[in-house]
C-alpha cells in the first residue's frame, strides 16, 4: 500500500534552512498525484504549505512562497521541502502528503510527520 | 486566519447529534469546488472522514454525514460517542490562491 516517510533534523536554528525529504512507497512518484507538504504549529491548525507534480510543476502557498522550495526526485521516489530564513513561528510537525491530480481533490495519504523546532 | 471559518469548538452529550460548519467564498467552496473533511487524533495524522462534500470512505461509520450548500459545508455526527472526541478540518481548494485551503479547526468535546 501507499506510505510517506519524511525525514530530516528535529532542530534549525532561527535564520537557517528546514529541509526534509518525504519518502514515497507502494506508488511511483511519477503517477497523476500532487505530492504535498502540510504542516501543523503545536496548538494550531493545518496550513498548506505547497505541492508538486512530477514534472517539476510547482503550487506554493502565498504567504510561503518566498521562503520555500519543494523538488521532486523520480529516482528516489522523493520529494523534498526547503523553508529558508526560518523563525520559531516555524515550528511545527510537517507532513508529507498526497492528493490526486485534479484541482479540488482531497489528501488521501499522509505521513506521520515530523516535528521541526526552531532554536538557538 | 484561515481562509475557510470553523467554529473552535463544538460539545455535545453521548448520543447526541451535533454539525459543524464550514464557511468559504466564492472563490472556494462557492465556486464549486469539493470540501472534504479530516479527523485528527493528538499526536496523529489527519484521517480523512468526508470526501467530495458528501462520500464517506470505506470504514467510517456512517454517524459522520457531510452536506455543501452555497459557500458553506456542514459535518454532522449523528449518535455521538466518546470515541469522537477530536479534531476536526474542513479542506477545500481556492481558485484566488491557486492552492489547497483548510479551515481552523474544530475540537469536538463529547461531554
Known amino acids: 500500500q501507499v506510505q510517506l516517510q519524511e525525514s530530516g533534523p528535529g532542530l534549525v536554528k532561527p535564520s537557517g534552512t528546514l529541509s526534509l525529504t518525504c519518502a514515497v512507497s507502494g506508488v511511483s512518484i511519477s503517477n497523476s498525484i500532487w505530492w504535498s507538504w502540510v504542516r501543523q504549529p503545536p496548538g494550531k491548525g493545518l496550513e498548506w504549505i505547497g505541492e508538486i507534480y512530477h514534472s517539476g510543476s510547482t503550487n506554493y502557498s502565498p504567504s510561503l512562497k518566498s521562503r520555500v522550495t519543494i523538488s521532486v526526485d523520480k529516482s528516489t521516489n522523493q520529494f523534498s521541502l526547503k523553508v529558508t530564513s526560518v523563525t520559531a513561528a516555524d515550528t511545527a510537525v510537517y507532513y508529507c502528503?498526497?492528493?490526486?491530480?485534479?484541482?479540488?481533490?482531497?489528501?488521501?495519504?499522509w505521513g506521520q510527520g515530523a516535528l521541526v523546532i526552531v532554536s538557538s | 486566519q484561515s481562509v475557510l471559518t470553523q467554529p473552535p469548538s463544538v460539545s455535545g452529550a453521548p448520543g447526541q447529534r451535533v454539525t459543524i460548519s464550514c464557511t468559504g467564498t466564492t472563490s472556494n467552496v462557492g465556486a464549486g469546488y469539493d470540501v472534504h473533511w479530516f479527523q485528527q487524533f493528538p499526536g496523529t495524522a489527519p484521517k480523512l472522514l468526508i470526501y467530495?462534500?458528501?462520500n464517506r470512505p470505506s470504514g467510517v461509520p456512517d454517524r459522520f454525514s457531510g452536506s455543501k450548500s452555497g459557500t458553506s459545508a456542514s459535518l454532522a455526527i449523528t449518535g455521538l460517542q466518546a470515541e469522537d472526541e477530536a479534531d476536526y478540518y474542513c479542506q477545500s481548494y481556492d481558485s484566488s490562491l491557486s492552492g489547497v485551503v483548510f479551515g481552523g479547526g474544530t475540537k469536538l468535546t463529547v461531554l
Open positions: 467530495g462534500n458528501h
Open positions: 502528503a498526497s492528493r490526486p491530480l485534479y484541482s479540488s481533490s482531497f489528501f488521501d495519504y
